[in-house]
């Protein structure tokens, strides 16, 4: 998982808003069960969000967590550094309720994925991501061949 969470850093690394700016995480936590819940990962990608990325972690968004979650984190915050405490949001409520929160925040619908009640269509399956990405490293790697690098 992390390796993959780092892989999605280095994609987001390509884009000059992404580090002029940084970066937002929405989570979508509403079919999350406690099995799939791995407090040391999530806390862990969050602090390299925070420590150790060239590009800087602005916010977490997590959108409709299980129950006991929003107990879990608010007993974690007790121990968290300051500014991961300030990091993180919890959105709960109907999907009306999420995106007004959301845009409260400056997140607008035209941001949120359509599963989540916004406009933003991210209708790419797995496989065609894949294909992309590998299209645009093997061209990075062909032409960084070329320069001789």
């Given amino acids: 998982m992390l390796k993959v969470w780092w892989y999605l850093i280095h994609i987001a690394l390509e884009n000059e808003n992404c580090r002029k700016n940084g970066f937002v995480i929405l989570g979508n936590d509403k079919d999350m069960r ?68 959301l845009a409260s925040c400056s997140i607008p619908g035209t941001c949120i994925p359509i599963c989540m009640g916004g406009t ?3 209708s790419m ?3 065609d991501f894949i294909t992309e990405r590998l299209a645009i490293e ?12």
């Fill in 34 to 101: 406690l099995k799939h819940f791995h407090p040391r990962r999530g806390l862990g990608m969050i602090k390299s969000g925070i420590n150790y990325f060239p590009i800087q972690l602005q916010a977490v968004h997590l959108c409709n967590p299980m129950a006991v979650f929003p107990l879990v984190a608010t007993a974690a915050k007790v121990v968290m550094p300051i500014r991961l405490r300030q990091t993180v949001t919890i959105h709960t409520g109907s999907s009306e309720e999420v995106l007004k929160s």
């Fill in 120 to 122: 933003l269509d991210i």
């Fill in 125 to 127: 399956t797995i496989e």
């Fill in 138 to 149: 093997a061209s990075s790697i062909i032409a960084s061949i070329s320069r001789g690098n």
